[in-house]
């Protein structure tokens, strides 16, 4: 537990800042290009990038090669070294040669992923990602030398390095500002101005794969160029992701349904569609990629060793750890947002164009989604048990039983909810769906290990549900007596943020605390020493 819950605060630490240092970089790059054509045509040439290398190496990451170098570092006599080689070597040129081929195929990809772009903004939109798409080898590279920290045992500069690229391109933002006379006119920006904004997003990405490399350096690794390609087990690494492709196009196409079903009540509702349940479900994540996302990182390469050595007794207990110590703050999380979930987005988003009764729905939207923090969070971590023993085939049948589950669902909140709720159906067929995929998912991983400690983790579960109440009923409260006081606007909510969310949070953990939960006192006493020899 102790390990677990060190490696987990340096990677939810480090989380924290690059989330925080995101926003900041999407707003400085909002105020730079805006967000009409100009903007269009980046985030599109910025995404492209995100989503080949997502399908080429992103998804089989921890499926597939995490579990796979560290079965190599506990078979081979160099300790996995050539095997890491091998698969740095692959990454390099591989990608190298994608993203070779991308930049010179730059007017097709772009214009498979716009509809009827011309003139002066298909033309940015060409440039800037020629400028963007060689961020595909550098995402690959970066990638893979963090998978291998983490199966050393080295969280922190995985965490840490997207840090470094916000900061760059918060810098690349500014620059912008100041430099260019064009500013959002996609009709009046130069190719100086691309150039800037395009080699600029890259250069961010070179500076967190720099940082990665440097790390792997730090901890003994050593890169050369291995043509020896025989005993890198690519035959078994393709059969293997495989099942990891159709996983993700599965949940492609549940994202595909979700969104058609969410734009057309927004075509039927105003501000009550797509872009709602998008808001929502990204302050949604917030909690997840903090907490969970951390845990599950530090949990897959040691039950990967765990299940390379046959002790599932070894899993058993790294699982019931990690899920506890993700409970003890996902509950309160989860509360909290059901509860606080409009003042949140009032906050964030009740500004400019956006009217304030819109920013609100958006809350009502994530207070649904606040109902699915737990079963999703118990999903992702149950996948893991799966990905430790290299099986991915039975994480693609899963998705296909939420696949079913969620379109049924949600195509039954679009025709029977009046559309001002059909989104926050939406949301609720989401819930639906991983309860019972975390249900379906925990019968069928217990099965594979011998037990997950259930009656541990139910028990634990309940007592931090028991602790969460009280801090959620007064939120609950300052949320009423200001409201009542002051109305909701930008104001108040900070004032419920800071009183009902704050108050509420130390509430949970001082009754966590007295209430014995182990998982809490574990992080109350870590953050009580270190303030200690802070002072």
Request: glycine letters at 12%.
């Amino acid at each position: 537990m102790s390990r677990l819950l060190r490696a987990g605060a340096i990677m939810a630490a480090g989380t924290m800042v690059s989330r925080v240092t995101g926003f900041l970089r999407t707003a400085v790059l909002a105020a730079a290009i805006g967000t009409a054509a100009l903007g269009d045509a980046y985030n599109v040439a910025y995404t492209i990038p995100l989503i080949l290398f997502d399908l080429l190496i992103g998804g089989v990451l921890s499926s597939v090669i995490v579990p796979m170098i560290v079965r190599a570092q506990k078979r081979d006599p160099d300790g996995g070294r050539a095997y890491e080689q091998r698969l740095m070597t692959i990454a390099f040129f591989g990608l190298a040669g994608v993203a070779t081929i991308a930049v010179i195929f730059a007017p097709q990809i772009i214009d498979l992923y716009t509809e009827d772009w011309t003139g002066a903004k298909r033309e940015a939109a060409v440039m800037l990602a020629r400028f963007i798409l060689p961020q595909i080898a550098f995402f690959g590279v970066g990638a893979l030398a963090g998978a291998i920290l983490n199966t050393r045992d080295r969280f922190a500069a995985p965490m840490w390095a997207p840090v470094l690229n916000n900061i760059v391109m918060i810098s690349v933002g500014g620059l912008y500002l100041v430099v260019s006379e064009a500013g959002s006119d996609i009709e009046a920006v130069t190719r100086a101005d691309l150039a800037l904004l395009g080699l600029g997003t890259t250069l961010g990405i070179m500076a967190q794969c720099a940082a990665l490399v440097v790390s792997l350096y730090r901890v003994g690794f050593r890169f050369r160029i291995r043509l020896d390609l025989r005993g890198v087990g690519l035959g078994e690494m393709a059969r293997t992701a495989a099942w990891t492709f159709v996983y993700v196009i599965i949940s492609q196409f549940t994202f595909w349904v979700t969104t058609k079903l969410a734009t057309g009540a927004g075509d039927l509702a105003p501000g009550a569609g797509n872009a709602a349940y998008s808001y929502a479900w990204q302050l949604f994540q917030l909690p997840y990629g903090i907490i969970a996302v951390s845990v599950i990182t530090a949990m897959l390469p040691r039950m990967s060793r765990s299940v390379a050595d046959g002790d599932y007794a070894a899993v058993r207990e790294e699982f019931s750890s990690g899920m506890l110590l993700v409970g003890s703050v996902i509950v309160p999380a989860g509360l909290l947002l059901m509860v606080l979930g409009p003042a949140a987005t009032l906050l964030i988003f009740g500004y400019g164009n956006m009217s304030p009764s819109d920013a609100v729905y958006i809350g009502n939207v994530l207070q649904v989604f606040g109902l699915a923090l737990v079963p999703f969070s118990v999903f992702q971590l149950l996948l893991r048990v799966f990905y430790s023993f290299g099986d991915t085939r039975t994480p693609a049948f899963i998705a296909a039983g939420n696949a079913v589950v969620s379109a049924g669902l949600s195509l039954l909140a679009y025709v029977t909810l009046p559309p001002r709720y059909i989104v926050m159906g939406l949301a609720f067929a989401f819930t639906i769906t991983y309860i019972v995929g975390a249900t379906v998912t925990w019968l069928l991983a217990s099965r594979r290990v011998g037990g997950l400690g259930g009656r541990r983790v139910a028990a634990g579960l309940t007592r931090m549900y028991i602790a969460a109440v009280p801090g959620a009923s007064l939120a609950l409260g300052v949320l009423w007596l200001v409201e009542g006081m002051l109305g909701l606007n930008s104001v108040s909510a900070l004032v419920i943020l800071a009183a009902g969310g704050g108050l509420g949070f130390l509430l949970y953990a001082a009754v966590a605390h007295g209430m014995r939960v182990s998982e809490v006192r574990s992080i109350v006493g870590m953050v009580a020493g270190r303030i200690g020899r802070g002072g």
